[in-house]
């Protein structure tokens, strides 16, 4: 044991706080030659198993602990005056007892004790000090606390009380040098302390991060936490930059006075002895009827599936057999019956179940016992790719559930196997390259422009890291060596790097234990989610059974479609068992009507489809497995072998049967582990070991694996353990070169098993949508209840396909939106302000009493508790009272009268004062009202529609833009829809369109937000309208100075410009012209896909300048139209903006910048720095805009004259 031991450190996991990676910490207690190391993060444990691994790997002890919060009273009083305030205390852990009682104590603390922080309390204390150190903590602790507020007897009293908790020998008092004032005077108390009750001192040192020059960062890492720059005076921060990673040889001097508090750590790192255990299993046992084997039941349930999906077709038995043998052998038959059984619970109650995803697909298993719906023969998967017996992992079934109902399925398993044994399971939100760029330039309060500028030079790559960008990118590098603010914001970024953010519950995995779960990871709580502290890895790492209940909108859609499909055509759909072949799928794939086609709906997706032309479910999982980074380049060539077979060439024939599938070209995951198969002769589970390794790119080890692949293999008696391509008659130079594609490919290669089970919901989804499309949109919308956006693209979705889309209405709709007639009606509960609770209270008088008769009918028999006046004026405007046949103009001005009326009416009978006539007439409640209106004309078209949309967040009776919608199909050359991604494509990248592409829509002007430049002109930031919702368009000074009389709310335009997409920010098209749209109006040159136009910045100065090229045409930079003798021209442009300038003309001008990209240089000056990002094509125009924004005195240029 060496001579002093770090007992109080935060790593990474001290979220925000804690500045020490747990890899770099291990390794420089290494270099500083120490041998044991705490890890005592705050309040939780996030981090033991990582730092665990890393210290066992390099040869350090490991010392698990936590720096946990103490409540002021106990964890249960939770009162702000009282309770808001936490103390800190240090516990390490001596054995494995004290490490279970830890995770125990953490545990409660969050799910028991959590006021702003996780807290435990004395009773904790007494319950689970058992195997645990105690040490007094930082500042913040209990008895330095009571010190610093001068009561010496409740500091005395503290730690006499955690020494009989702890026991004697088990409770340090913790000294500490920081160079803090406040510390100083501590210490002083508790060496007293020690000397009066005789509990001994322990030297620490609050470690936050691993170098004294990291104490900046850290300082920046608090600023990201408390969203404060380090320019804000009351930003958060330590005073001082002592809290890192000392040297033993600085520790022992700092506490020369106190030799004992030395020696004392290394004492407390003897008693800490903890051995952590892996890879055993803790899987519950399945409770099986009748107590018979639990093997010998799984396979009596595979059978029976077995008989009804392939008949007993003995040929196939065997592949069955040997699945069961390996599950069985891996230890995993349980798990499989629990899958089977909540499975099961899901489908005997009415909840929609995915097809599979994942390699899970691939199993027979799975297959027969109704886990997944996809048949691996009939698409060829492989069991090894889910299970591989060679390689022992846990076996990964991810579920599909309907989007509403999932929580039923956890509840089941909840129930099942006790509250104790299941959670869910915590995510951790890491600090990527980009991310962590613009994090830091935040907390340094740096320009967002130049931020996003440096941010953008690191490629948008998997795995990319800043260091990496550096090597590859020489801007970067430039910018890093030349900027020093750049310097300091990417060298901050590198140390933080990586690090977690924020913690969350992951949206699916839950974990279902053997044992309690706090038996072996601790507990956390989220927003009333109880999940474990320990991500997904780790639990598999420590053997728990873990799983993904996914909840899948596009499942809730099936799910309605088939329900209405059967109360409206007494059709009972088997949507498991439709047609796959049915060529009217297909076609309507390709002729690209994809909206709501899961994973089918994006523009790129569809276009792809509507080129491809697919005729087989075999396309389409070829289609959701090509449209991804990476395989994006194939799509060329699996196109062109479609449509011209006869043109495959394959390199060697035994390629053929195995890539004929996908017309020549290597798609899948499962097609290298064939091709290692077929060609070399390996087993299954050595070649989906191949396939990982060459995934990884590791090249030693596929060095050594090609050998294996092309020559083959033989044990030192000369025993072939694998024959080898050329023992198998492909020839050398083949064997290598179909090697090295298939190293080529692997990186980004997709699993079949996955897109097989995304394609059966795609085809699913097209059917319904061929078949049935009123229930299918109807369904489709009711999924996108809240989302306007998503809601007005599938309306003008239904009126493409000739649905019509009627508006609410108070006798006719139900709570969502519902079919009729061939028509799909909203629902009373998408209009704002009125609430599920009215509706269903609505609806229920409705059935009961029959249809409201008149406005005060349904206020006479509809409580008013519910039906306020501000629902009530929400249905007027949505038009749910229009089958009353009363203007909405008049029940607007009049519905409060009647209201009150009613209700005054109602009271007067209460109150006993109805007359003896009334009594005698039968007088009731039921009574119908006769109502004068005020006489009042019909609100104007546009009027209802703006009210429409206030209300229904979208225009249902009609459109502003109805008119005009040919046209717009004709001209626009984008929807504001096709910008954003969808939901259920988020696998899927959008590459359409590109920034700075042109860009022209048809829209209503709904918003202007002006602000005034350097210059006092105006510039504006306009909101559009278009047919599927909105977007924000930027009209610079010149331009809204010409178009400005057409810039007015809800006037219908046409505004080409040039699209702005920043990876953090919605799109925006940067405006250049702006005209009203006239029907049946032709554009001149019209192309809805150029990417480029004579615009009216561009064309305007270009008309008057030539541009010179190489062999000086088309002229000499000389004026078309001047008979001047000579022209000057600007070649480089200087660019001040004032300190005080506002964000969005800094923005502005970035824009204008990357409007006009060119070959001259700009020189960016603000904050002391220069920015020499930006290079443009100089011209009057733009100087005249920069001049506009940032005044003439901030804009300097320089001109050469050319005769």
Wanted: glycine share 6%; hydrophobic share 35%; with cysteine.
């Amino acid at each position: 044991m060496g001579s002093f031991v770090h007992l109080h450190v935060h790593t990474e996991y001290s979220l925000l706080d804690g500045a020490n990676r747990i890899w770099p910490l291990v390794k420089r207690v290494k270099e500083l030659g120490m041998d044991s190391i705490a890890i005592t993060d705050h309040g939780a444990m996030y981090g033991v198993i990582d730092f665990y691994k890393a210290c066992k790997k390099e040869g350090i002890k490991p010392i698990l602990g936590c720096e946990v919060y103490t409540a002021a009273r106990t964890r249960f009083d939770k009162d702000a005056r009282l309770d808001s305030e936490q103390g800190h205390l240090v516990l390490l852990v001596k054995n494995n007892k004290g490490y279970k009682n830890l995770m125990k104590m953490v545990s409660a603390a969050f799910t028991e004790g959590f006021y702003y922080k996780p807290r435990i309390d004395m009773e904790l204390l007494k319950r689970y000090h058992e195997g645990l150190i105690g040490l007094s903590a930082c500042l913040a602790g209990d008895i330095p606390t009571a010190l610093l507020n001068n009561d010496y007897e409740k500091a005395k009293k503290l730690a006499i009380q955690f020494e009989n908790i702890f026991g004697k020998g088990n409770f340090y008092l913790e000294l500490q040098h920081n160079g803090i004032e406040e510390q100083k005077l501590v210490n002083q108390g508790l060496v007293r302390l020690s000397q009066e009750t005789g509990i001994p001192l322990v030297a620490t040192n609050d470690v936050h991060y691993l170098r004294k020059e990291d104490a900046r960062a850290q300082e920046i890492l608090m600023c990201v936490q408390t969203a404060k720059t380090v320019e804000d005076d009351d930003h958060m921060q330590f005073e001082t930059d002592e809290l890192y990673l000392k040297p033993p040889e600085i520790m022992q001097k700092q506490f020369h006075y106190c030799p004992e508090a030395i020696s004392n750590t290394v004492k407390i790192a003897e008693m800490c002895n903890v051995e952590l255990e892996f890879g055993k299993l803790h899987l519950p046992k399945f409770d099986v009827p009748g107590n018979e084997d639990a093997f010998e039941y799984l396979k009596k349930q595979c059978l029976k599936g077995f008989e009804k999906k392939y008949n007993n077709n003995p040929k196939l038995l065997e592949r069955l057999n040997y699945e069961l043998s390996i599950i069985n052998n891996m230890g995993y038959v349980d798990y499989f019956l629990i899958v089977w059984d909540f499975i099961r619970y899901a489908k005997e109650n009415g909840i929609m179940v995915g097809p599979g995803r994942g390699s899970a697909a691939g199993s027979m298993v799975s297959y027969c016992l109704g886990i997944t719906n996809v048949d691996p023969i009939r698409y060829n998967l492989i069991f090894e790719r889910f299970l591989n017996p060679e390689r022992i992992s846990m076996p990964d079934i991810d579920i599909d559930f309907c989007f509403e109902r999932r929580g039923e399925v956890i509840d089941y398993v909840v129930n099942k196997y006790g509250k104790d044994r299941v959670a869910q399971i915590i995510t951790f939100g890491t600090m990527a390259a980009r991310a962590v760029i613009r994090d830091v330039g935040r907390a340094l309060a740096i320009p967002y422009a130049e931020v996003d500028r440096i941010a953008k030079m690191i490629p948008m790559q998997l795995g990319m890291s800043i260091e990496k960008a550096l090597e590859i990118n020489s801007e970067l590098r430039n910018a890093y060596e030349t900027e020093p603010r750049t310097h300091e914001l990417i060298s901050t970024a590198i140390i933080l790097e990586g690090m977690p953010r924020h913690a969350s519950t992951h949206a699916a995995g839950v974990v279902i234990s053997s044992e309690p779960v706090t038996e072996y990871v601790p507990l956390y709580q989220s927003e009333g989610n109880i999940c474990t502290q320990f991500p997904m890895n780790t639990l598999e790492e420590l053997g728990l059974l873990k799983m993904d209940f996914l909840g899948l909108r596009t499942l809730t859609v099936i799910r309605d479609t088939v329900k209405m499909v059967e109360e409206n055509h007494g059709i009972k759909i088997d949507i498991d068992n439709i047609n796959m072949n049915d060529p009217g799928i297909y076609q309507l794939i390709s002729r690209g009507e994809t909206l709501g086609i899961f994973q089918l709906e994006s523009s790129g997706m569809t276009q792809f489809m509507t080129e491809l032309k697919p005729s087989c479910i075999e396309d389409i999982i070829a289609g959701i497995s090509l449209y991804r980074p990476g395989p994006m380049d194939q799509i060329p060539r699996y196109i062109r072998n479609k449509k011209n077979p006869e043109n495959i060439k394959y390199a060697h024939p035994l390629l053929e049967p195995i890539l004929n599938v996908t017309y020549g070209c290597m798609v899948y995951q499962e097609q290298v582990m064939q091709i290692v198969r077929r060609l070399a002769g390996y087993s299954l589970g050595r070649a989906d070991l191949v396939r990982r390794a060459m995934a990884k790119k590791k090249k030693e080890i596929m060095e050594e694996e090609r050998q294996k692949f092309v020559y083959g293999e033989s044990d030192s008696e000369g025993n072939v353990l694998i024959p080898g391509a050329v023992r198998n008659g492909v020839d050398e130079k083949t064997a290598n070169e179909i090697f090295d594609e298939m190293m080529d490919f692997a990186s980004y290669a997709f699993n079949k098993s996955h897109a097989a089970g995304y394609a059966v919901i795609a085809v699913q989804t097209a059917y319904l949508k061929h078949y049935y499309p009123v229930e299918f949109m109807a369904a489709l919308l009711n999924s996108f209840l809240g989302s306007p956006n998503k809601i007005s693209q599938y309306v003008l979705e239904c009126r493409r396909m000739g649905i019509q889309v009627l508006p609410p209405d108070i006798n006719e709709s139900g709570e969502r939106f519902t079919v009729s007639n061939g028509k799909i009606r909203f629902g009373l509960a998408a209009v704002k302000n009125v609430g599920s609770s009215v509706v269903r209270h609505i609806i229920a008088e409705r059935n009961k009493n029959g249809p409201f008769k008149s406005f005060p009918d349904l206020c006479e028999r509809v409580d008013s508790r519910d039906l306020n006046k501000r629902c009530i004026e929400s249905l007027i405007k949505s038009g749910a009272f229009d089958s009353f046949r009363v203007y909405r103009s008049r029940l607007m001005n009049s519905y409060d009268r009647i209201i009150d009326n009613i209700a005054n009416e109602r009271k007067r009978k209460i109150e006993g004062q109805m007359s003896l006539f009334d009594i005698a007439s039968g007088a009731d409640s039921t009574v119908v009202h006769e109502v004068s209106y005020p006489d009042l004309e019909e609100y104007d078209f546009r009027l209802l529609l703006a009210m429409e949309k206030d209300v229904l967040g979208l225009y249902v009776s009609g459109h502003p833009l109805s008119e005009f919608e040919e046209d717009i199909r004709k001209h626009a050359t984008l929807y504001s829809s096709d910008l954003f991604v969808e939901e259920q494509d988020t696998g899927h990248i959008n590459n359409k369109f590109s920034d700075g592409s042109f860009a022209r829509i048809a829209g209503i002007i709904t918003e202007i937000k002006t602000i005034t430049t350097k210059n006092n002109q105006l510039m504006a930031f306009v909101t559009v309208e278009d047919l599927t919702g909105q977007m924000e368009v930027i009209i610079f000074p010149s331009v809204l100075e010409k178009y400005g009389e057409l810039v007015k709310p809800e006037l219908p335009v046409w505004i080409e410009g040039k699209l702005s997409i920043r990876e953090d920010e919605q799109p925006k098209i940067l405006v250049e012209m702006v005209k009203p749209i006239v029907k049946g109006e032709n554009f001149p040159n019209d192309s809805k896909n150029k990417s480029g136009s004579s615009n009216s910045f561009i064309s305007e100065s270009r008309a008057f300048y030539s541009v010179k090229t190489e062999n000086g045409s088309p002229g000499s930079k000389e004026p078309k139209e001047n008979n001047n003798k000579f022209q000057e021209f600007i070649n480089c442009i200087k660019v001040r903006i004032p300190e005080n300038t506002k964000r969005e003309i800094i923005s502005a001008v970035c824009s204008l910048l990357k409007y006009f990209e060119g070959t001259e240089p700009v020189y960016l000056y603000y904050n002391g720095t220069v920015n020499k990002k930006y290079r443009v094509f100089c011209n009057r125009t733009l100087l005249n805009e920069l001049i506009n924004l940032l005044g003439e005195e901030n804009i300097k240029y320089e001109k050469t004259a050319v005769y």
